[in-house]
């Protein structure tokens, strides 16, 4: 378990140190060895809350219903959804590589999509805003799609799971 983290510069490099206990450190400091020895580069990754798999259910149930009485297909209230409210990042890409990255970002999964927001302030880029798949949702983000289906579903007089079972489920994804 890491409990500090401290960042550090000399005129050429910078160094980022982690307290921890020292079997943690030993560990850390023989896999980075090793990986750097084999000519292999080591990345770090924030750990995130995940959305449990019940969440992710019900939702696909919700946007059934929906599906079913709106009479359009789950997949396209789900894209909307995701539109609408999802999670989503700007990039500015080169204008000759535009068309690929967005083919590239939204063949990663049915979320993902790309809306090309035209002209950036930088010469020859392009913005493009790329919004991210459920999948790739925590538990935060997952409550607030799951929370947007559920006010649909009232307004078209679909019953939902009551409160407390819906925030159980939500809470849920650990165990």
């Not at 929906?66 to 297909?73: G, N």
């Not at 880029?125 to 579903?153: F, H, P």
Request: net charge negative; aromatic share 10%; proline share 2%.
């Amino acid at each position: 378990m890491i409990s500090d983290v401290k960042k550090e510069q000399t005129l050429d490099s910078h160094w980022i140190a982690f307290q921890t206990d020292s079997q943690t450190a030993e560990q850390l400091f023989t896999q980075a060895r090793n990986y750097l020895s084999k000519g292999k580069k080591i990345s770090l990754k924030i750990k995130t809350e995940r959305r449990s798999l019940d969440a992710n259910a019900y939702f696909w149930v919700l946007l059934g219903e929906l599906s079913k009485k709106l009479r359009i297909p789950s997949k396209d209230i789900y894209i909307n959804m995701i539109v609408d409210g999802g999670a989503f990042e700007i990039f500015p890409v080169k204008i000759e590589h535009a068309e690929n990255f967005i083919q590239v970002w939204e063949s990663s999964g049915v979320g993902n999509i790309c809306i090309d927001l035209g002209k950036s302030k930088l010469d020859g880029y392009q913005n493009i805003k790329c919004y991210y798949g459920s999948s790739t949702y925590d538990t935060e983000e997952m409550s607030r799609l799951i929370d947007a289906a559920i006010v649909e579903c009232e307004l078209q007089g679909i019953e939902t799971l009551p409160d407390e079972k819906l925030n159980q489920i939500k809470n849920n994804w650990r165990k």
